[in-house]
């Protein structure tokens, strides 16, 4: 991890887990890391730690990934208070798989998480990344975009007709790499790269199913012979990996000499890995981008 004094860098979703693993990682190589979250007293809490470990300090956003008004709001904060930005770590996710969830702002919870939020919070520090070229981008994704395996629901983005969280999950993965592949096309010849990768199972609070989450959904129509109600077993995928572990492919898309000039790929264990090729279509991907930004501009007006 060289070279990365006077690298500001921004990881969401760091105040527990792969985010927190892999802030600590860039903080202690040195670098000026900004943790977001939106629990205030959680993000403080990371925020101390995180120093007290490193030795570095560490400095703090509070936005909601789940409401586009808040990144729209924290994108401008961090603007007025970097002027450049070397790195953004899109880590945070969620996984529900139990009834379907919508945002305050009327958006299925994990495609405003999970893609939305990035997609949206990119293109605000878009002008940020381009004045820190070289810069990059890192999307945390998951080889659950193979549950996808047909694609996108083009007609039914956010799961309206039709609910299964363990298809939705995938869905929202597949659209991680959708969103690196166009983001990787658009920046080129930019200096920024966009990369993004599979932590592999690791021990987090992702898909933690609550009580609540066990309540059936009115429109919930499982695809392809999946129950409404069952919940898989992500036990029996093996034994989980630490979070350290799991930080350690996207500490090294946002710090390693090895991977500067590379773009529109996929990671695994710090290798680059070919999706399958539900995942490398490029048509799809555009679709995605147009469609993303009809939604973003539906409920705030504007994108970036």
């Known amino acids: 991890m060289d070279g990365m004094q006077g690298k500001a860098v921004l990881v969401t979703g760091a105040t527990s887990g792969i985010g927190r693993a892999t802030a600590a990682a860039l903080a202690r190589a040195g670098a000026t890391v900004v943790i977001g979250g939106r629990n205030a007293q959680r993000v403080e809490q990371a925020r101390a730690e995180i120093t007290s470990e490193t030795g570095s300090p560490v400095e703090t956003v509070v936005f909601d990934l789940s409401r586009l008004a ?117 920046l080129d010849g930019r200096g920024v790269t966009a990369n993004a990768c599979h932590p592999g199972l690791v021990d987090t609070q992702l898909g933690r199913v609550r009580d609540e989450d066990r309540l059936p959904s009115a429109n919930a129509a499982a695809p392809a012979g999946l129950s409404t109600t069952a919940v898989p077993d992500l036990g029996a995928l093996g034994a989980p990996l630490t979070t350290e572990d799991g930080a350690r492919t996207s500490v090294y898309l946002a710090s390693s000499p090895d991977v500067e000039s590379v773009s529109g790929r996929y990671f695994v264990e710090c290798e680059v890995v070919e999706p399958g090729p539900v995942a490398r279509d490029a048509i799809a991907a555009r679709r995605l981008w147009d469609m993303s930004e009809r939604i973003v501009e539906g409920v705030l007006g504007e994108v970036a």
């Not at 702002?105 to 990119?122: K, S």
């Open 70 to 186: 808040s990144i729209a709001s924290a994108a401008d904060e961090i603007g007025d208070r970097f002027g450049r930005l070397h790195v953004l770590v899109n880590n945070a996710g969620v996984m529900i798989l139990g009834r379907r969830r919508t945002t305050p702002e009327g958006l299925e919870l994990m495609f405003a998480v999970n893609h939305l939020g990035p997609f949206l919070l990119t293109a605000r520090l878009m002008p940020r990344l381009v004045a820190g070229t070289p810069a990059r981008v890192v999307n945390v994704s998951s080889e659950g975009y193979g549950i996808a395996r047909d694609g996108l629901q083009w007609d039914d983005l956010q799961w309206e007709r039709s609910w299964s969280g363990w298809h939705a999950y995938g869905a929202s993965k597949l659209c991680n790499l959708y969103f690196t592949a166009e983001l990787a096309r658009r």
